[in-house]
């Protein structure tokens, strides 16, 4: 398959370009920084904001899938980019005929999903940590999933929990509506979404996915994904 994949230069897209080449898919590398990800065999980089209409129907343009780990830190002022790219490209692929998408948002966006067995993250840190500073942030991703909702696409919404590096796909789970879990490795979460790509088990559904494998140390994520990344 010919695969878009947005946000293919942050630290999940990565991931799903080498796997996806190493999966003998093409890729399309939509990223806004020209010269990376650096070229190989079967890797096109389209140079795109993914929220300029013009640009993104020229990358979507001759692909079979799209596949989007686009994302932005979280912010107290008012964060439009999930939704507004949403409906960006939602509006190219039917344009283009391009009828499926894998598109991430979070676990956080199931009301009940609350992990078995983590007490300290459910009521200590969920409430008072995770949802505050990703208030602005969690409001547009609900945005973004009534816009693909709403479309007549073939769509998945892929909601992972609190990301982190590892170095190699683990054992992971999936699950409809959301996956049971406090956090997903970006490996797997990269590929989860290929192999849902393959399987075709949640059109029209959203897929938590989870590691159930390894855990990363929770002070270093929140570290890392919560306060160094803004
Ligand atoms: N961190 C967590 O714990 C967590 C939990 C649940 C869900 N998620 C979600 O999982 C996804 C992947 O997260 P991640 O940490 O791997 O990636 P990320 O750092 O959030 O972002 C990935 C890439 O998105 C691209 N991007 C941002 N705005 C764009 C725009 N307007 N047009 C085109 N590209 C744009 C940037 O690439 P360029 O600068 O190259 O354009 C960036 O490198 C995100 O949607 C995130 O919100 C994260």
Redesign the pocket.
Known sequence: MRIAV????????RHLVDQALAGGHEVVA????PG?PAARAGLAVAV????DPAAVDTAVDGTDAVLS?????FSKETIT??SA?AIVVTAAMARHGVKRLLS?????MDPHWRPTGAHFFNHVLDPLVTRRLGRT?HAD?RRMEDVIRGTDLDWTLV?????FDHPVVTDYVTSQTSADGVF?A?TD?AAAMLRELEEGRYVRKAMGVVTTAVKPNTVK?IWN?GVK?K
Do not use: C, H, Q, W
């Not at 795109?48 to 929220?51: C, H, K, N, R, S």
């Not at 780990?69 to 830190?73: E, R």
């Not at 991430?104 to 956080?108: F, G, H």
């Not at 909601?159 to 990301?163: D, E, I, K, Q, T």
């Open positions: 947005f946000g293919a230069n942050g630290p999940t897209g939509v990223t806004r920084r990376s795109a904001d993914a929220t780990v686009l994302g932005t830190p980019t999930y790219s991430v948002s979070s676990n956080m942030l991703m909601r992972p929990s609190g990301l997903t970006r979460l994520l994904e990344k």
